[in-house]
């Protein structure tokens, strides 16, 4: 049996009407490619560093990880992710699809983002293995599902700007700007290391600074940034928003455009 679209969709859908999906970039390539170690072991740490040393199309062997994380370069981590929703309002009992490949360190850095919100739900728990089954050893198509249920999903959530990251906006802006939390990961650092110094708690004054923060990075209707002030050449079009990311004004008509979020 082939598992289709709207399958998935209806039984998550099922688990209580809407659904957030998270794009977990947690994952072994994306932290080793990006030199991101902040939470991990020294031993994990090791494992990514040979990894980019040994893979030959990486250009940049040697990362400062700390510089990575200050400049909003790394992806959040499960905890982060947790303590982000959270903040924002979502509530413990919210089901959330996890699109990503397998999570670097399994179930040892999952559980700092389930303890929070236990309705994690994966495509192996959403489809049976028989369904599943085609789509073994085909990670495009594996990542198309993701995709999918991504768009359809009634709140999107990337841990990380990449290129689904950037294309599922793009198609929900399409689609009636649905709304999608875009995490301001430079601006995050400090309000996670205050929490992990203790000069600052969870609580009301968290949520304040955080949604303060996200008010204008939910997928509301804007027109794409263009390249920066005094760029040239063809650096001007690597500052540039991405069509795909944003299509609006061109491909997203005037009584589309004025739609509200819900």
């Given amino acids: ?22 794009h977990l970039r947690y994952e072994k390539d994306m932290l080793s490619f990006t030199g991101c170690e902040y939470g991990l072991t020294d031993a994990e740490s090791e494992e990514l560093r040979v990894l980019r040393e040994n893979t030959n199309y990486w250009k940049v062997k040697k990362i400062n990880s700390t510089e990575q994380r200050i400049g ?29 490949g397998e999570i670097y360190g399994g179930n040892t850095h999952l559980s700092e983002l389930s303890s929070r919100f236990p309705n994690l739900i ?16 085909h990670a495009s198509q594996t990542a198309a599902l993701d995709y999918i249920i991504c768009v359809e999903s009634d709140v999107f959530v990337p841990s990380y700007s990449g290129n689904m ?18 995490p301001d990961r430079k601006g995050l650092v ?53 069509f795909y990311e944003n299509p ?3 491909c997203i008509c005037g009584s589309r455009s004025k739609l509200e979020i819900t």
């Avoid at 909003?72 to 990503?100: D, Q």
């Avoid at 994966?122 to 050893?137: Q, R």
């Fill in 165 to 182: 990251a950037r294309a599922v906006e793009g198609h929900r802006r399409f689609l009636g700007h649905r709304r999608t939390i875009n």
């Fill in 72 to 100: 909003g370069f790394c992806p959040l981590t499960p905890k982060e992710v947790g303590i982000f929703l959270h903040a924002l309002g979502y509530p413990p009992s919210a089901p959330i699809y996890i699109a990503a």
């Fill in 122 to 137: 994966f495509k192996e728990s959403l489809a049976t293995p028989e369904e599943l089954k085609d789509f073994a050893d």
């Fill in 1 to 22: 049996m082939t598992v289709t679209k709207q399958r998935l969709v209806d039984r998550l859908r099922s688990h209580g009407g809407k659904y957030i999906a998270l």
């Fill in 248 to 250: 609006y004004p061109e």
């Fill in 190 to 242: 400090g309000i996670f290391d205050m929490l992990e110094t203790g000069d600052l708690l969870e609580g009301r004054e968290l949520s304040h600074m955080v949604q303060r923060m996200h008010k204008n990075r939910q997928g509301a209707p804007r027109k794409r940034h263009g390249s920066l002030p005094g760029v040239k050449g063809r650096a001007r079009f690597r500052t540039e928003e991405s």
